[in-house]
Structures are given as C-alpha cells and as structure tokens.
Nanobody, 124 residues
Framework: QLQLAESGGGLVQPGGSLRLSCTASGGTLENYAVGWFRQAPGKEREGVSCISISDDFIDYEDSVKGRFTISRDNAKNTVYLQMNSLKPEDTAVYYC?????????????????WGKGTLVTVSS
C-alpha cells in the first residue's frame, strides 16, 4: 500500500519561494503519474501540476505556469513542486496524488493514493 507524505509548506511572503515534497513509502512512486492539487478555504480542489511516469508529459494550471516547476527524483521516491513568485492567491492546502493513467490523474481522476496535505500560506 503506497503512502504519500507532503512536506515543505509554511508561511511565506508574497514573491517568496517554497519547495513542496511528496515522498512515498510502501511502494515505488516511479510507477505512477503524480499530481499536485490544492484547495483554498471555501473553494473546490483544483489541479496545479502533474507529471507522467517517464516525465514525458507535464502540465500546469494556467495561473502557475512560469512560476511552479514539478519534478521527480526516483532515487528518493519523491516528487517535488518548486513554487516561485508566490502570490496570496496561492494560499491553500496542497495535496499530492498518485495513480494512472496520466490523462486521468491530471484531472484528479484515476487517483489511487492521496497524501494528507501541507498548508501553504502566502501573506505579508
């Protein structure tokens, strides 16, 4: 049973950066497409970014393009989300999710495993 644990959230000022990590245990993350999702207070969950098994497909939600970068380190069984130029509207709980196929996970479907989330707060 794959278990996902997010880390790296916290309080950051507008314009700052954070790197979120999604580390898997109990299985191999490289066998799955992995997505990052977020849910802000009072809003529905939305997809942020997704990476395919072999890294040949990567997608970003329009509002984070050019600011966020998703990557994976199979040796560490971890997927990262580098977030730069953070804005107050990026404030949310960020979740990682693993599943297949990529074409479903990118929309939040086909997910077999979810992490518990990490809170990102962007505020001065």
């Amino acid at each position: 049973q794959l278990q996902l644990a997010e880390s790296g959230g916290g309080l950051v000022q507008p314009g700052g950066s954070l790197r979120l990590s999604c580390t898997a245990s109990g299985g191999t993350l490289e066998n799955y497409a992995v997505g990052w999702f977020r849910q802000a207070p009072g809003k529905e969950r939305e997809g942020v970014s997704c990476i395919s098994i072999s890294d040949d497909f990567i997608d970003y939600e329009d509002s984070v393009k050019g600011r966020f970068t998703i990557s994976r380190d199979n040796a560490k069984n971890t997927v990262y989300l580098q977030m730069n130029s953070l804005k107050p509207e990026d404030t949310a709980v960020y979740y990682c999710a693993a599943g297949n196929p990529y074409s479903a996970v990118v929309y939040g479907y086909g997910v077999d495993y979810w992490g518990k989330g990490t809170l990102v707060t962007v505020s001065s």
